[in-house]
């Protein structure tokens, strides 16, 4: 599967943002879909999942009740709705694709990546 993200930009604090993800090919509906984010000069790290099956969410501590993902499987899309938006949530945003994924936090185990969108938030 190839993933396009996009929905990056500029915004300030407490703003709202919508990250999209769509994926190419009749198989999406099988693909654990995550969200992983880059600061500059900081590790890549997880942000929010969406399992295959079932649909169970997941998030990082910092995001919880701030974000949300979700997907539609019709579209082959996943998103990210980011509210109260913070400085330290400033990143480059990656959607990952791990086919019949059973796990969520380790981008090593999605195979599928997204070329990356920006998001900064100014204060």
């Known amino acids: 599967v190839q993933l396009q993200a996009s929905g990056g930009g500029l915004v300030q604090i407490g703003d709202s943002l919508t990250l999209s993800c769509t994926a190419s090919?009749?198989?999406?509906?099988?693909?654990?879909m995550g969200w992983f984010r880059q600061a500059p000069g900081k590790e890549r790290e997880f942000v929010a999942a969406?399992?295959?099956?079932?649909?169970?969410?997941y998030y990082r501590d910092s995001v919880k009740d701030r974000f949300t993902i979700s997907r539609d499987n019709n579209q082959n899309t996943v998103y990210l709705q980011m509210n109260s938006l913070k400085p330290e949530d400033t990143a480059v945003y990656y959607c990952a694709g791990a086919r019949y994924g059973n796990t969520w936090m380790d981008g090593n185990d999605y195979e599928a990546w997204g070329q990356g969108t920006q998001v900064t938030v100014s204060s």
């Open positions: 969406i399992m295959w099956a079932g649909g169970m969410t």
């Open positions: 090919g009749p198989t999406f509906r099988s693909y654990t």
